[in-house]
């Protein structure tokens, strides 16, 4: 399958500690996004990045927040020193690069803070 | 901030009966598109609809919008157990790219057997 892919699917953290957060977008989506949903709802856009461009990070919530994109593929999203509230489901998407084109989703990660 | 409000939040319907769920928006936009999400985890793309695009549909999906009104509406017609799910709209601004679709709360619609 070609669809876009996210490890890992569930996550269980202690309070404080460090997540990373991987996203394998379609192979050749150039425009890559971070979304979270916390339990019922919508999605909070996080982060996004357009091919070599600087990543459009308004959406981040804060500084323990921050995504790297490898190579133009691979994404990561790291939590440092994560709290309960920052439990949610985080989910990935990608785009061509052309026009206002639809995302396509990953599964998403399912993180719990404890 | 969230810029499509959809309408109801929940709905339960069922099987065979038509489904609507309504999304309304606050800024301009390029297009509005509707996905479904079920048990919680990734969305699946149902349909696009462009700023100057009235009605579209797919399959058993009807999608209308209004942009006096700044409102859309997904039909689902003669629903089946398995369209329960959430739904969501989202919608893309006027700006060259991919711009960050933003979405609503989604309807929880529920098809009974």
């Known amino acids: 399958g070609a669809g876009v892919s996210q490890s890992p699917s569930n996550k269980v953290t202690e309070k404080g500690k460090d997540v990373e957060l991987r996203c394998d977008p379609i192979?050749?989506?150039?425009?890559l996004y971070w979304y979270r949903q916390s339990l019922g709802q919508g999605l909070e856009f996080l982060i996004y990045f357009q091919g070599n461009s600087a990543p459009d990070k308004s959406g981040l919530p804060s500084d323990r927040f921050s995504a790297e994109r490898t190579g133009g593929s691979v994404s990561t999203l790291t939590i440092q020193r994560t709290q309960q509230e920052d439990s949610a489901v985080y989910l990935c998407a990608s785009s061509l690069s052309s026009g206002q084109s639809n995302r396509f989703f990953g599964p998403g990660t399912r993180l719990t803070v404890l | 901030s969230q810029q499509g409000e959809e309408d109801p939040q929940a709905l339960s319907i069922q099987e065979g009966e038509n489904a609507t769920m309504n999304c309304s928006y606050k800024t301009s936009i390029n297009n509005l598109q509707w996905y479904r999400q079920n048990s919680g985890r990734g969305l699946v793309h149902l349909i696009l609809i462009r700023s100057n695009e009235r009605e579209k549909h797919s399959g058993r999906l009807r999608v209308t919008l209004d942009t006096s009104k700044k409102s859309s509406s997904l039909l689902i017609t003669a629903s089946r157990a398995a369209d329960t799910a959430s739904y969501f709209c989202a919608t893309a601004g006027y700006t060259s790219g991919n711009t960050p679709l933003v979405f609503g709360k989604g309807t929880r619609l529920s098809v009974i057997a």
């Open positions: 192979s050749g989506h150039t425009a």
